[in-house]
Every structure is written in structure tokens, then in C-alpha cells.
């Protein structure tokens, strides 16, 4: 039996291939850094969803923060919403920023709002540009998802990049996500086959290569892949991410200069 076509579903599919059109382009317009590592590691570069040259999502990237009360439900926070193609540390850089208490009391009330009694607040970070924080499971002590705070407005989004394309659980690409299941999307199936050691070994190969005198710390493991913090000389400079079956090395270009963080055990 032929599917009837209705104008919403016409419009859903538009709606999709904006979408991905408009990350298509934020992905061009960004940058990760020279290149990426693969198991070997093999460098490769490009432009397409887990890329990690010339391609991947700027500070101006795709998920702008939506504030508390603005319907889009992407997002917590005091005020509305900005939009989906503004700029973390573009926007009410004139006026104070928020404190890191305060990042940490708008993500905790973020995941009140999922419903999810499974989650917690595992560490927050500030950097020059935004707060970061993990948020993991407390059942299985594995990372659920990232976030970014913003400075300013404290709206608190999904992280671009890794989290959102490799997260197999959690992820917008994931068959958990109503994108994923409407593009009849399917992550990798069982464990990952990057362990940590040697998620941690391609990070330094990296490393080595991109940012010589860097090291890394242990990798925070999540569904699909690993996020792993940079150090020079003992100071953590920022992080990046490894994919638990490809081994591909996905930087963070986002954050900017390290200021401090919170680990609170989650």
C-alpha cells in the first residue's frame, strides 16, 4: 500500500532537510582543528557529521539556548530564548556573568524537568566562553549527556558536536530522539569497542600531534564515545572526545580559556 502524502508529513520532511541543511552549513563554517585520529590513529579531516577538520560546529553553532517558558523545550533558563543560530559568547557580554553556583542550580533544575529521577550532576566547569557540565547516570555511574551553560542568560542547552551526533543513547541522532526515529536512524549495537585506555592512547596521539606538551585525564565515558579533559603542565586547557567505535577524535573549540570547575561526585 502506497503511503498518502499529507502536508504535514511534507512539512516535517522540510522541516528535516532544513535541519540538516543548516548543519551541513554551521559545519562548514567551523573548525575543530587540523585533523583527527583514527584506532591507528589515521588522520582524516572533512566536513560531514563527525568530522573533525575543516568541519564542525563553531561557537555560533546550530543550538542556541531557548530560555524557561519559550516552548521550544530545548532548553532551561531565566528569560527567553535566543534562538537557534546565536552565539554563545556573542550575546549580553555587557552585562555581569553568572556565577558558577548559579550554572550549577539551572542545570540541576534542567534535569528536574526531564523527569528523569536517574540523573545527577556529576561535575561543572568554566571556561571563557561558557559552563560546561556532565550529567551521568546514577544507576550505571556512565555519562548520560553534556551541557553548556550560557554566561549570561544561565540557558542551559544540549552540547553540539559529540554529544548530540554520537550519544547512542541520548544523542538527537539517537532512535531515542524523535529526529532519529522519524530518519529511521540506528546507532552501533552493543559495547563499545574503543576501551578507555584506548580512548585515553588516541587522545595523546592526538594531542601529540595537534597541541605537543598536552596530556589528557582519565576519559569520562557516555553511550557511544568518550569526552576527555587536556592538561598543560597540571592546568586543564580543554577537551576532547573519542568515538567508542571508530576511535575518531572530535575536538572542542568551543569553550575557550579554562577558568575553574566543581566536581560533585554525581
Known sequence: MKRRITGIGIAATLAVVFILTLASATFAMGRFGPSGAGPNPTPTSGGTVGAYGPGGYGPGGMMGGYGAGSGSGFGYGPGTGRGMMSGWAQANQNQPAISLDQAQKNVQAYIAQTGNSDLTLDEIMEFQNNFYAIVKEKSTGIGAFEVLIDKWTGVVTREPGPDMM?????????????????????????????????????????????????????????????????????????????????????????????????????
Open 166 to 266: 554520537w550519544n547512542t543513547k541520548y544523542g538527537m541522532m539517537s532512535q531515542n530522539s524523535p529526529m532519529g526515529r522519524y530518519l529511521g536512524y540506528t546507532n552501533p549495537t552493543g559495547p563499545m569497542t574503543v576501551s578507555a585506555d584506548q580512548a585515553k592512547q588516541i587522545a595523546q596521539q592526538w594531542l601529540d600531534q595537534n597541541q605537543p606538551g598536552s596530556t589528557t585525564e582519565a576519559p569520562d565515558q557516555f553511550s557511544g564515545y568518550y569526552t576527555v579533559h587536556t592538561l598543560k603542565n597540571g592546568t586543564v586547557t580543554g577537551m576532547l572526545s573519542v568515538n567508542g567505535y571508530t576511535g575518531r577524535v572530535w575536538y572542542h573549540t568551543w569553550h575557550g580559556a579554562f577558568i575553574q570547575m566543581k566536581d560533585l561526585g554525581g
